[in-house]
């Protein structure tokens, strides 16, 4: 298995800029999460998704944030429009159930300027 | 609450010493407690896991305690080598959802 897979692994855009970040999670597992890391605030779930449906965006900072699933194999995250602040790594990560933990993908590291 | 503390933060040893990371957690239904490393510029990676029925696990140089009781557990790594150096995270979940929450993670250095 080629693991989760991000895409892009960097991103630079300007603010303002719609910026889209695209995971494929290991295939068979049910459970897709993401997670924005910073120095400041470490590793934060955004939101988590249960054979494709959204369960938990309670982390998504404010309405410029969304994110999809439209089917097991494929999920996005969205920043429209992007600022600054939202310069962090982005990872996706995927899990089977509660068998074991996550398993991350290689993150996408996203510069607004 | 889902909050997990994780000390210290920065953790220095000589190679071939050991080292010991502790996180408290606050939720008492929590059940699933893995460990990950993340070396620079790369991905959280797991490492060990315990889960809540279980007081201690071991994996070769590095082992995981549990105390239910005083909701703390922690990582051990014995004869640590330059290698071992990165940011260890722990990490819990809850009883009622799968999510992890994470502490905000020790950087390890282990001195040649």
């Known amino acids: 298995d080629a693991g989760v897979i991000q895409s892009p692994r960097h991103e630079v855009t300007e603010m303002g800029q719609e910026v889209t970040l695209r995971c494929k999670p290991i295939?068979?597992?049910?459970?897709l999460f993401w997670y924005r890391q910073t120095m400041m605030r470490g590793l934060e779930l955004l939101i988590y998704f249960n054979n494709n449906v959204p369960i938990d965006d309670s982390g998504m900072p404010e309405d410029r944030f969304s994110a999809k699933m439209p089917n097991a194999s494929f999920s996005t995250l969205k920043i429209q429009p992007s600022e600054p602040r939202d310069s962090a790594v982005y990872f996706c990560?995927?899990?089977?159930?509660?068998?074991?933990?996550?398993?991350f993908g290689s993150g996408t590291r996203l510069t607004v300027v | 609450g889902e909050n997990v503390e994780q000390h210290p933060s920065t953790l220095s040893v000589q190679e071939g010493d050991s080292a010991v990371i502790k996180c408290t957690y606050s939720d008492s239904a929590s059940n699933y407690f893995p460990w990950y490393k993340q070396e620079l510029g790369k991905r959280p990676q797991l490492i060990i896991d315990?889960?809540?029925?279980?007081g201690e696990k071991k994996d070769q140089r590095i082992a995981v305690t549990l105390n239910k009781t005083a909701k703390h557990f922690s990582l051990h790594i014995t004869e640590t080598q330059p290698e071992d150096s990165a940011v260890y995270f722990c990490?819990?979940?809850?009883?009622?959802?799968?999510?992890?929450?994470f502490g905000k993670g020790t950087l390890l250095t282990v001195n040649p």
């Open positions: 990490a819990q979940r809850g009883g009622s959802n799968y999510k992890l929450t």
């Open positions: 990560a995927s899990s089977f159930g509660d068998t074991r933990g996550y398993t």
């Open positions: 315990i889960r809540s029925n279980v």
């Open positions: 295939s068979g597992h049910d459970y």
